[in-house]
């Protein structure tokens, strides 16, 4: 009897850093306040997304802080892995970081089509809906990017 030979396994994508330079100063300034905010969220309790979107939601003056905040505990559960985040002030740009950038950008634009995609490309449908809340109600609350 001759056994099967299992299929060559496609390499894993790889995704390049982006340098920071790549990007707007304002959009380096937002990732910077967005990776402050995630290293003191490192060692608080994870933020269900479906709660705290129905808490924020209900308050209209939330400070973009709670926002950001809320954001940088739940991205995990709505990616359904980590997110790579350097450091503060890092040249590097992880994938995470670049893509959650590109999602801010679209929204501040207005650019439904592209919004849209981002967040259909990595977010699983049960999360869609909050997450696209979340980084909306970010971006009114930061300058254009």
Same mark, same amino acid.
């Given at each position: 009897m001759i056994a099967a030979r299992p299929a060559p396994r496609a390499p894993a994508p790889r995704h390049d %850093? %982006?340098?920071?330079?790549?990007?707007?100063p304002e959009a380096a300034a937002v990732l910077n306040e967005l990776r402050h905010v995630a290293l003191r969220c490192r060692a608080a309790a994870r933020t269900d997304l479906f709660d705290a979107c129905a808490v924020l939601s209900q308050t209209p003056n939330v400070a973009r802080a709670a926002y950001a905040e809320v954001l940088m505990k739940s991205l995990a559960q709505a990616l359904g892995a980590s997110p790579v985040l350097h450091r503060p002030n890092v040249a590097e740009v992880s994938f995470d970081e670049a893509w959650l950038l590109r999602t801010i950008a679209a929204a501040q634009a207005d650019d439904r089509s592209s919004f849209l995609f981002l967040i259909r490309s990595r977010v699983p449908h049960t999360a869609r809906r909050n997450l696209g809340f979340l980084i909306l109600s970010l971006s009114e609350r930061f300058s254009q990017i």
């Amino acid at each position: 009897m001759i056994a099967a030979r299992p299929a060559p396994r496609a390499p894993a994508p790889r995704h390049d %850093a %982006a340098r920071l330079s790549a990007f707007s100063p304002e959009a380096a300034a937002v990732l910077n306040e967005l990776r402050h905010v995630a290293l003191r969220c490192r060692a608080a309790a994870r933020t269900d997304l479906f709660d705290a979107c129905a808490v924020l939601s209900q308050t209209p003056n939330v400070a973009r802080a709670a926002y950001a905040e809320v954001l940088m505990k739940s991205l995990a559960q709505a990616l359904g892995a980590s997110p790579v985040l350097h450091r503060p002030n890092v040249a590097e740009v992880s994938f995470d970081e670049a893509w959650l950038l590109r999602t801010i950008a679209a929204a501040q634009a207005d650019d439904r089509s592209s919004f849209l995609f981002l967040i259909r490309s990595r977010v699983p449908h049960t999360a869609r809906r909050n997450l696209g809340f979340l980084i909306l109600s970010l971006s009114e609350r930061f300058s254009q990017i």
